[in-house]
């Protein structure tokens, strides 16, 4: 029954911010840990960053220092805010519960492109 849903991808130059937002259809954030993933053309989903339940952060070293993963558990919305965003962050992000458990869904789209 709880659908994710990922929006706020786009296209941004090198060195530009974006967020991104997942939002839940049930209060899930209190009862699951949270991650956002990302797939680029050719590669392997990995996981970008997660949050527990009780607000602690883990971040992939690739984003380190850049991303920040939150959330807002009345609005059932998870953020990533990417900051000095870099070509290589060019991938369709998705959010989902960690450990990821499928489906997943649409995902949004991130180009980082000059």
């Known amino acids: 029954q709880v659908q994710l849903v990922e929006s706020g991808g786009g296209l941004v130059q090198p060195g530009g911010s974006l967020r991104l937002s997942c939002a839940a259809s049930g209060r899930i954030f209190t009862i699951y840990t949270m991650g956002w993933y990302r797939q680029a053309p050719g590669k392997q989903r990995e996981l970008v960053a997660r949050?527990?339940?009780?607000?602690?952060?883990n971040y992939a070293d690739s984003v380190k220092g850049r991303f920040t993963i939150s959330r807002d558990k009345a609005k059932n919305t998870v953020y990533l805010q990417m900051n000095s965003l870099k070509p290589e962050d060019t991938a369709v992000y998705y959010c989902s519960r960690w450990p990821a458990m499928g489906p997943w869904g649409q995902g949004t789209q991130v180009t980082v492109s000059s």
């Open positions: 949050i527990t339940t009780d607000g602690s952060t």
